[in-house]
């Protein structure tokens, strides 16, 4: 069976994340390499463990988090369904099994918030796993923008985690900000994102905590404990 240690050494999927990097920071986008690519990964493997999902469920989860950002390359327009179309064949070629190439292109394939939405365990995972990646670090170095709402938002980010707590069945999602920026503007780009990660977690059969400087944002229960699955760094 496919590993991600087999795409990790993979040449073809190398370049494509690759690519895909230098494009987003060409254009100005915050971090989308290899330490994205790697937080994603290991987020979204780490909820379906959480959640007990079968050992080959976590693996495809941290596969299809791994290479979720390919279409990158392309265009960062409609770079979910891109890099679904370019992941198939060469998981193919590498031969993987046809109902688990499914599974992980149909998971990049909606892992966009413009036109996504869970249609399996892996996508949800993928979904919420992406969309809690946001943290300092994803400003590149030298690069910081206070003009630019994304870099000041990204930037105020001191500490962000993801922590299932799989008997109450809660996902939440903690940020600690500092006051170069606001949960006020952090709402403004994370929205829409936050309400997919809403629904992702039902697909997943739990609840969905954002959780700001301490303080509940669309919940009234705070997690005490739990499991942290991946802290943003």
Known sequence: MITLRDIKANDNFCALIKWAGKCMETKGYTEHGIRHCSYVSTTARNILSSLDYPERVRELAAIAGYIHDIGNSVNRKNHGPTGACLAFPLLMEM???????????????????ETGSAVNEVSAAIIIADKSDAHRTRVGRGKYNPEDIHDRVNYAIRQSKVMVDSDSRIIQFSIE???????????????????MCENAAKYLGCEF?????????????????????????
């Open 177 to 195: 900000m500092d006051k170069t920026s606001s949960v006020m503007e952090f709402m403004q780009i994370y929205m829409t994102r936050m309400i």
């Open 209 to 233: 905590q954002l959780v700001a400087n301490g303080q509940p944002i669309n919940n009234q229960s705070v997690i005490s404990g739990g499991r942290v699955d991946e802290e943003s760094a």
């Open 95 to 113: 031969g993987m099994d046809i109902d688990e190439i499914c599974m992980i292109t149909s998971a990049v394939g909606n892992h966009e918030e």
